[in-house]
C-alpha cells in the first residue's frame, strides 16, 4: 500500500497539532512535518534579528522577501526528530513554546497572507514527496491544498470561539486574559480568513471538535475520516 499525506487545517486554537501529535500513535510509520512551524520559526528569527522588525513594519518588510531565500539568509534548517519536524537557527534549537507564543502566532497571520510563497511552497512538495517515499506524512498548516494539490485527505478542524479561547488558556498555562486572547483569536481569524487559509474545498472535510472531551476524543474523530 502507498504511504499517504494527511493534512490537517482549522481554526485558531482549535487544536490542531495536538491531534496531529496523537495520531502519530495510530497511523503506522508515520511522521509530522510541521508547516505552520517553517513560518513561525523564520519569523521568529526575523523579530529577534538584529535589523529590528517588529509588527509595525513586518507586513511592508516582507511583501518583498522570497520566504526560502529567508529560510537560508537566517540560518534557519530543520531536523526529524521523535517522529516530527524540529527547528534550528543558526545551530540552536527553537523550543516550540517560542514558536507558538501570542506575539510570534500574531506575527505569522500578518505576514502569511502578504509573503511571496512560490518557491517556499515549491520547496515545500518536493520536501513532502521525498518523505513519502518512505512515510506516511502528517502534514498541519495553511493553504495545505496549494502547497500539495495530491494531498490524500484534507482535514479542516473547528470549535466554537468560547472553546477554542479556554484551550488557548490551558495552552498558555492559565496565566492569560480571558478577553485578551478572546481578541487574539478573533484578530488571527480575521487575518486567516482575508489571506484566503479558510478556504474550503471539495475534498475537505470539516470536523467539529467543540464537544470533544480531550486529544483523544478529537483525534478518534479525525480517525473516522482515514484510510490506512
Known sequence: MNNIVI????????????????LLKFIPNSIILHGGNFYRVIIYALLNSSKNIDLNNLKENIQHIDIKELMNKLKVEFKIENSETVFYIDGK????????????????SIAGGVADNTKFYSFARKLID?????????????????????????????????????????????????????????????????????????KTIKIDVTNCKSVEE????????IKY
Not at 493534512?7 to 496523537?22: N, P
Not at 478529537?218 to 475520516?225: C, Y
Open 93 to 108: 534549537k527553537i523550543e516550540e513554546e517560542k514558536l507558538q507564543s501570542t506575539d510570534n502566532s500574531m506575527a505569522v
Open 7 to 22: 493534512g490537517i487545517e482549522g481554526l485558531v486554537g482549535s487544536g490542531k497539532t495536538s491531534i496531529c501529535k496523537e
Open 130 to 202: 521525498t518523505y513519502k517515499e518512505n512515510y506516511n506524512i502528517i502534514l498541519s498548516g495553511r493553504d495545505l491544498m496549494n502547497i500539495y494539490p495530491n494531498i490524500d485527505y484534507h482535514l479542516f478542524i473547528t470549535a466554537d470561539l468560547d472553546e477554542r479561547v479556554k484551550r488557548k488558556m490551558i495552552q498558555y498555562g492559565n496565566s492569560s486574559n480571558y478577553n485578551e486572547i478572546k481578541s487574539n483569536i478573533i484578530k488571527r481569524d480575521e487575518l486567516q480568513e482575508k489571506a484566503g487559509y479558510y478556504k474550503i474545498y471539495d
Open 218 to 225: 478529537s483525534t478518534k474523530e479525525v480517525l473516522k475520516h
